[in-house]
């Protein structure tokens, strides 16, 4: 699959946040260094507002095409993607077609891709050695630190893997 040269200049860049731009389509993206997700701080990428102009070029696959990429780039990376406050309602049928979870408890239509325990566990295993966004460690209290790694112990006896 093709890479998305606008988000990967974004996603190695300095800003924390920033419109995209190809053609016809401007998403707003974010890089969070975390969202809690299942019981799990899990980094991700936000897409936060996206726009394909003129009109007539909706419903032509630029956007599904553009977030295809982004997920590629996210899995790559071994962060998540993160649907932040959709408000349209067949973008949101859209993505959860797609197979993305409505985040409980958020009051706003906000989803999340969901991942394998796998994958799961190698986000939150890279996270303990460095937000992907970061070099400086992150604010997590120590408290939060050892819920992501009683979270790892969780997914790796559930894999019947025997902890290091």
């Keep these: 699959m093709l890479r998305d040269p606008a988000l990967i200049e974004f996603i190695d860049g300095p800003h924390d946040s920033d419109w995209t731009r190809g ?17 799990s701080r ?27 990429r982004a997920e590629q780039e996210a899995d790559r990376r071994g962060v998540i993607v993160y649907l932040e406050n959709v408000g349209n ?12 979870l409505p985040e ?15 994958q799961e566990r190698g986000i939150l295993d890279a996270f303990l050695n460095g937000c992907p966004w970061r070099t400086n460690p992150t604010s997590m209290q120590p408290e939060e630190w050892d819920a992501v790694r009683e979270r790892i112990r969780r997914l790796d006896a559930e894999a019947g893997r025997v902890a290091a």
């Design 104 to 118: 409980e408890g958020s009051g706003d239509m906000c989803a999340w891709r969901p991942m394998s325990p796998e």
């Design 42 to 68: 899990i980094p991700a990428l936000d897409v936060a507002n996206a726009h394909v102009r003129p009109e007539r070029f909706r419903g032509h696959g630029l956007f599904t095409r553009w977030l295809a």
């Design 89 to 100: 309602r067949r973008l949101w049928d859209f993505y959860l077609r797609r197979g993305y």
């Design 23 to 39: 053609d016809h389509i401007q998403v707003y993206v974010r890089k969070s260094d975390w969202r809690v997700l299942g019981g």
